[in-house]
């Protein structure tokens, strides 16, 4: 049989394409919630599951990067929900196969194969950012349905805008990928006259956004706080999380991998006359592309993965018939040429993030698809609870058993303070949470007033598991910088219990921060601001940092400049990140607040680590910033209270650690 005939033979077999679409599922399949783990990622999971069972309202109880479904995406959980975990892993990667095996079937040649080569070995590694790959692949191959083939598709179509609706909801950057595409695919039908089709496309998609949202137990009145409430963590995110720079090795690969893609962009539009709905598309998949490439490169540690083994797919459906019938021979030649190098260099940068990546994928294919068979035939007959850790070992959270704070807390509202939610639920304790769930997300001024408005209302915890922490070396008291000073005024650490603080809320009127003026100057980067003659007390500090025009595109396109607080104290220098944008309403510089001994010893009042002066410093060659920003220091005047009466005095001293010693 000649090459042309068996690609003939394998295209119109129906078994072939069988056997493709259940390799693809099998390989493809994801279960979220199967594994245990307790730390910081470990604890948002948990609490988005926890408010889904217990119907926290996102947009008013919950503001994060999730959605009311977004306990469907990570892989950590207490083994709960398990009744929505395994219907939608199941049916999901249906979706993804026959996605998959629909779009490979419009590729001409040998080039379909190297495509499902890609996503069978990539299905391998991808791990817990399957949803991150897999989903803006969907919604490509949606697009194209909603822009091109709706008269042949009219149930592929509908499908497709519930499919995208439910996606919208598990995470927000599905949501705004959901959104921008079907006003897209919208304004193609408007361009071709199809107002009717624009209109039902919008139509469909919105309602189905408020039946899913109101099926998982939401408020309508909470879905614009909600967006509202999620652009701001995204908005945010670009400052606060820049952190991991990526391999220069990894960053020329990429980009390499992208300018491939980028060129076949063009390829396309000077050798053939693009209609409307090809340029629908192409907008889509650029869409995509700079969505996968802000996630992968923000924080650049294993998320660089979702952006090198997603563009080999996004970039399928420049291969498909759509594009290819209106192409001469040559430009068709010189894509595949371009789709080959985009796979070469995407496999390069995989093996430069982690050594031998993609020769895992080849050779333990055939043991991940032999162990997804036996999880999928297992979940098929209803045997569930050897595919979640928490089902097969229900007491492996002994570890985070708190005997002291359970008794001390009962049954009344607590929520932790950092991030540590997980001993909450490890505890059966009765979790009441700020909005933003987890200090160091509180990125804006808009969220920092939203956290600190419930500490204020009659909806805020009468305990606190206070932990001070923070990540990537941020000054610490950055995180919930305005709700800080205002829980350590108003309330009391009682015990303390593992690595927290038990902290209750005092009885009586709220005391709310008074700040007085001390000085307000306009300094310069590496400019060094005494502190000394105002360390007689405690010092709260207000930063207006503007980036430049320059700045905000860097950002936009890739990584916000990295600013340092750097402190004098006793001869010693220390240096910890600083994100301007927390700063901006204020936040507790002196006394240093490192540890839970270093909050005790505020509230007792007696001597704590106080920085003589302070410097920002910012790691960019580029002029990312105006020159010039302004600082203001206040005098919190009734801060911290007096606690006057001995006894009180003697609890809190004796729940200072043995080896306290400032």
Same mark, same amino acid.
């Given at each position: 049989?000649?090459?042309?005939?068996?690609?003939?033979?394998?295209t119109?077999?129906?078994?072939?394409?069988?056997?493709?679409?259940?390799?693809?599922?099998?390989?493809?399949?994801?279960?979220?919630g199967?594994?245990?783990?307790?730390?910081?990622?470990?604890?948002?999971?948990?609490?988005?599951?926890?408010?889904f069972?217990?119907d926290?309202?996102?947009?008013?109880?919950?503001?994060?990067?999730?959605?009311p479904?977004g306990?469907?995406?990570?892989?950590?959980?207490?083994?709960?929900?398990?009744?929505?975990?395994?219907?939608?892993?199941?049916?999901?990667?249906?979706?993804?196969?026959?996605?998959t095996?629909?779009?490979a079937?419009?590729?001409?040649?040998?080039?379909?194969?190297?495509?499902?080569?890609?996503?069978?070995?990539s299905?391998?590694?991808?791990?817990?950012?399957?949803?991150?790959?897999?989903?803006p692949?969907?919604?490509?191959?949606?697009?194209?349905?909603?822009?091109?083939?709706?008269?042949?598709?009219?149930?592929?179509?509908?499908?497709?805008?519930?499919?995208?609706?439910?996606?919208?909801?598990?995470?927000?950057?599905?949501?705004?990928?959901?959104?921008?595409?079907?006003?897209?695919?919208?304004?193609?039908?408007?361009g071709?006259?199809?107002?009717?089709?624009?209109?039902?496309?919008?139509?469909?998609?919105?309602?189905?956004?408020? +039946?899913?949202? @109101?099926?998982?137990?939401?408020?309508? %009145?909470? /879905?614009?706080?909600?967006? $509202?409430? #999620? &652009?701001? =963590?995204?908005?945010?995110?670009?400052?606060?999380?820049?952190?991991?720079?990526?391999?220069?090795?990894?960053?020329?690969?990429?980009?390499?991998?992208?300018?491939?893609?980028?060129?076949?962009?063009?390829?396309?539009?000077?050798?053939s006359?693009?209609n409307?709905?090809?340029?629908?598309?192409?907008?889509?998949?650029l869409?995509?592309?700079?969505?996968?490439?802000?996630?992968g490169?923000?924080?650049?540690?294993?998320h660089?993965?979702?952006?090198n083994?997603?563009?080999?797919?996004? +970039?399928?459906? @420049?291969l498909?018939?759509?594009?290819? %019938?209106? /192409?001469?021979?040559?430009? $068709?030649? #010189? &894509?595949? =040429?371009?789709?080959v190098?985009?796979?070469?260099?995407?496999?390069?940068?995989?093996?430069?993030?982690?050594a031998?990546?993609?020769?895992?994928?080849?050779?333990g294919?055939?043991?991940?698809?032999?162990?997804?068979?036996?999880?999928?035939?297992?979940?098929?007959?209803?045997?569930?609870?050897?595919?979640?850790?928490?089902?097969?070992?229900?007491?492996?959270?002994?570890?985070?058993?708190?005997?002291?704070?359970?008794?001390?807390?009962?049954?009344?509202?607590?929520?932790?303070?950092?991030?540590?939610q997980?001993?909450?639920?490890?505890?059966?304790?009765?979790?009441?949470?700020?909005?933003?769930?987890?200090?160091?997300?509180?990125?804006?001024?808009?969220?920092?007033?939203?956290?600190?408005?419930?500490?204020?209302?009659?909806q805020?915890?009468?305990?606190?598991?206070?932990?001070?922490?923070?990540?990537?070396?941020?000054?610490?008291?950055?995180?919930?910088?305005?709700?800080?000073?205002f829980?350590?005024?108003?309330?009391?650490?009682?015990?303390?219990?593992?690595?927290?603080l038990?902290?209750?809320?005092k009885?009586g009127?709220?005391?709310?921060?008074?700040?007085?003026?001390?000085?307000?100057?306009?300094?310069?980067?590496?400019?060094?601001?005494?502190?000394?003659?105002?360390?007689?007390g405690?010092?709260i500090?207000?930063?207006?940092?503007?980036?430049?025009?320059?700045?905000?595109?860097?950002?936009?396109?890739?990584?916000?400049?990295?600013?340092?607080?750097?402190?004098?104290?006793?001869g010693k220098?220390?240096?910890?990140?600083?994100?301007?944008?927390?700063?901006?309403?204020?936040?507790?510089v002196?006394?240093?607040?490192?540890?839970?001994?270093?909050?005790?010893n505020?509230?007792?009042?007696?001597?704590?680590?106080?920085?003589?002066?302070?410097?920002?410093?910012?790691?960019?060659?580029?002029?990312?910033?105006?020159?010039?920003?302004?600082?203001?220091?206040?005098?919190?005047?009734?801060?911290?209270?007096?606690i006057?009466?001995?006894?009180?005095?003697?609890?809190?001293?004796?729940?200072?650690?043995?080896?306290?010693d400032?």
């Amino acid at each position: 049989m000649t090459e042309k005939k068996l690609i003939r033979w394998m295209t119109n077999n129906h078994f072939i394409w069988t056997l493709f679409f259940c390799l693809v599922y099998i390989s493809a399949f994801v279960l979220s919630g199967r594994e245990v783990r307790y730390d910081l990622d470990g604890s948002w999971c948990l609490a988005l599951e926890y408010a889904f069972r217990h119907d926290l309202q996102f947009g008013k109880d919950v503001i994060f990067t999730f959605g009311p479904f977004g306990f469907l995406y990570p892989s950590y959980s207490q083994g709960n929900i398990v009744e929505f975990r395994v219907p939608f892993a199941l049916i999901w990667c249906g979706f993804i196969a026959w996605t998959t095996t629909q779009l490979a079937h419009q590729i001409h040649g040998p080039l379909k194969y190297l495509f499902l080569a890609w996503f069978l070995g990539s299905s391998v590694v991808v791990g817990v950012h399957s949803l991150d790959v897999h989903v803006p692949f969907v919604m490509i191959f949606g697009a194209m349905v909603l822009m091109i083939d709706v008269p042949k598709r009219r149930v592929s179509a509908v499908v497709f805008l519930m499919v995208l609706a439910f996606l919208s909801l598990i995470k927000f950057t599905f949501f705004m990928t959901a959104v921008v595409s079907v006003l897209l695919c919208a304004a193609v039908q408007s361009g071709r006259r199809n107002i009717k089709k624009a209109i039902l496309i919008v139509l469909l998609f919105s309602l189905f956004i408020i +039946f899913f949202w @109101l099926s998982a137990g939401q408020h309508m %009145e909470n /879905l614009v706080p909600w967006i $509202r409430g #999620s &652009l701001a =963590v995204a908005g945010g995110y670009t400052d606060a999380m820049t952190t991991l720079v990526p391999k220069f090795s990894i960053f020329v690969s990429s980009v390499i991998a992208g300018l491939l893609f980028i060129t076949a962009f063009g390829v396309v539009n000077l050798t053939s006359r693009v209609n409307i709905a090809q340029l629908g598309l192409m907008t889509v998949v650029l869409l995509c592309l700079f969505f996968s490439w802000k996630h992968g490169f923000t924080r650049a540690d294993d998320h660089v993965n979702i952006y090198n083994l997603g563009i080999p797919l996004y +970039f399928a459906v @420049l291969l498909t018939r759509p594009f290819q %019938e209106y /192409l001469p021979h040559s430009a $068709r030649f #010189s &894509l595949g =040429v371009l789709f080959v190098g985009v796979v070469i260099f995407c496999s390069l940068a995989a093996n430069f993030q982690a050594a031998g990546t993609i020769q895992r994928a080849v050779r333990g294919w055939p043991g991940h698809l032999k162990e997804n068979a036996l999880m999928v035939l297992q979940l098929a007959v209803g045997d569930w609870s050897k595919n979640f850790s928490a089902l097969e070992n229900p007491n492996n959270n002994r570890l985070l058993d708190l005997p002291v704070a359970r008794q001390l807390i009962g049954t009344a509202p607590v929520d932790a303070f950092n991030y540590k939610q997980s001993y909450i639920f490890a505890n059966g304790l009765n979790y009441r949470p700020r909005p933003v769930i987890q200090g160091y997300s509180a990125y804006t001024d808009y969220l920092q007033v939203m956290n600190l408005a419930i500490f204020k209302s009659e909806q805020r915890p009468l305990f606190l598991l206070f932990n001070m922490e923070t990540i990537d070396n941020r000054y610490p008291t950055l995180d919930d910088a305005i709700t800080l000073p205002f829980i350590f005024n108003n309330y009391m650490p009682i015990a303390v219990d593992g690595p927290f603080l038990v902290l209750r809320e005092k009885t009586g009127l709220h005391t709310n921060i008074i700040m007085r003026l001390l000085t307000e100057q306009t300094i310069k980067f590496n400019e060094v601001i005494e502190l000394t003659p105002w360390n007689d007390g405690p010092i709260i500090m207000q930063v207006t940092m503007r980036p430049t025009f320059l700045g905000k595109v860097t950002t936009f396109l890739y990584h916000a400049p990295i600013v340092y607080l750097s402190t004098q104290t006793a001869g010693k220098e220390n240096q910890y990140r600083f994100i301007p944008q927390m700063a901006e309403r204020g936040f507790l510089v002196s006394p240093l607040i490192e540890t839970n001994d270093d909050v005790l010893n505020l509230l007792l009042k007696t001597k704590g680590i106080k920085p003589e002066n302070i410097k920002f410093v910012y790691a960019s060659a580029l002029k990312t910033f105006e020159e010039n920003f302004t600082v203001r220091l206040y005098r919190p005047e009734n801060f911290p209270p007096e606690i006057s009466d001995h006894q009180e005095r003697e609890k809190l001293a004796r729940l200072r650690s043995p080896l306290f010693d400032h």
